[in-house]
């Protein structure tokens, strides 16, 4: 099997090409564009500080005593620390009362504390030592090694391991119900710059769709979309361009692929603005579409519009998909993941991470709540011939669900 991650990775940072008679791919004129993000807000410490305050909230709500998380999006979202993960180990830990504390390695204090971006005590280890005991410390010092310690779910299992030998009695749990109680419930901030980096994706998708020409390859779409999205002032997350037969599989295939007319072009294309993604899919046919390829253009359409208005406040996440499927099995389609059809969850949750809890799939019990984002794409999958994947995010309001960005009308108008 291919990687999935080595290919969208390798469409996404690819040099333009200089394939003869692909000018446009080769040398991008990018002058008509202007960054869309010069009045981007980062996330600031009053909302970081907001975020533990919940956290710690939710803890005491589920009679968790700290949580403890390794570098990645949450240690971000909660202390603004940006760092990686290696055999050294880095953490926070949020206690439920007072100050988090961060871990880290002696030698790497001063970079850690340049990205750190609330208050928090600072404990080191020695090469020597077992960072894992430092962390049992300082959990010891605030009373709090005998009550349960939630896991955030990312965390790896040398520190979890380690953690219980260090503290053999003290009760570790998920800390699911205050990491995802936090992150999935979106704040007007979070929502603005994923709303920016929606904005960055629609414009390089619209700069990007005329100069499309017969004969390119995915990597040279993808390199004329990553150009694109970093003049428009978002950086490049993901670019999957899935050209006639590889767009009936959802993620690809590792063989050639050119633009050939009256084939579907698909494009699957991602960009982040200071740390909040968007995910925006299209598809198009090079050239006059079939009355096949339009119906099913419209079919998916369809199905992406059914989910949109399923999608309610209070109602399980598993019932948008539900009411996809049911739909698609009136056209013929599936059943359930079978092909031709639907072989995917309709839609994930998405913001700091372009994949987050909870998922828009069949028996997620979730109840739908306001703040919450996720993606819309029901695809249909022909294989052997084509495939059709529509994809635009939404969030839940009060009043019901609202588009980052608005689905196109038509085949024929793919872009809006």
């Not at 009362?97 to 871990?103: A, K, R």
């Not at 995802?180 to 929502?191: D, F, L, S």
């Amino acid at each position: 099997m291919f990687n999935r991650r080595a290919l969208l990775a390798a469409a996404a940072t690819a040099p333009l090409l200089a394939t003869p008679g692909l000018l446009r791919a080769a040398e991008p004129d990018l002058s008509d564009l202007k960054d869309l993000t010069g009045g981007a807000v980062p996330i600031g410490r009053d909302e970081r500080r907001a975020r533990i305050a919940r956290a710690q909230s939710l803890m005491k709500a589920n009679g968790i005593g700290a949580v403890l998380i390794e570098p990645g999006s949450s240690l971000i979202y909660f202390t603004g620390v940006h760092w990686w993960r290696s055999e050294r180990l880095t953490a926070a830990i949020l206690p439920v009362e007072g100050d988090p504390c961060i871990v880290t390695p002696f030698f790497e204090e001063p970079s850690v504390r340049e990205s750190l971006g609330i208050p928090a005590e600072v404990r080191v280890w020695q090469e020597h030592e077992d960072p894992l005991a430092v962390v049992a410390g300082f959990l010891k010092d605030r009373k709090l090694a005998n009550r349960p310690i939630g896991i955030e779910e990312t965390v790896r299992f040398f520190a979890v391991d380690g953690l219980r030998k260090v503290l053999p009695s003290t009760r570790l749990v998920s800390a699911n119900p205050v990491v995802r109680g936090c992150r999935m419930i979106k704040t007007a901030p979070e929502i603005a710059l994923m709303q920016l980096a929606t904005d960055v994706t629609i414009a390089a998708y619209r700069w990007t769709y005329p100069r499309i020409e017969a004969g390119m390859s995915n990597t040279d779409i993808g390199a004329l979309m990553a150009a694109a999205t970093v003049k428009l002032g978002g950086g490049v997350e993901f670019n999957l361009i899935l050209l006639g037969e590889a767009a009936a599989y959802p993620h690809g295939t590792g063989k050639p692929q050119k633009v050939v007319k009256g084939e579907v072009v698909l494009m699957d294309c991602g960009a982040n603005v200071h740390g909040y993604q968007s995910d925006v899919s299209r598809s198009f046919v090079f050239g006059d579409a079939s009355a096949e390829q339009r119906k099913v253009w419209d079919r998916m359409r369809r199905g992406q519009q059914i989910a949109f208005e399923a999608a309610r406040p209070g109602v399980p996440a598993g019932s948008v998909d539900d009411a996809v499927r049911s739909y698609y099995t009136s056209l013929g389609y599936g059943p359930d993941y079978k092909l031709p059809g639907l072989s995917h969850r309709t839609g994930h949750g998405i913001g700091m991470d372009g994949h987050e809890p909870i998922n828009l799939v069949r028996g997620e019990k979730t109840p739908l709540a306001p703040g919450m984002c996720f993606s819309n794409e029901p695809g249909i999958y022909i294989p052997g011939s084509f495939g059709i994947r529509l994809e635009d995010c939404f969030h839940m309001t009060g009043a019901g669900p609202k588009w980052f960005s608005q689905p196109p009308a038509s085949i024929e108008r793919p872009m809006g």
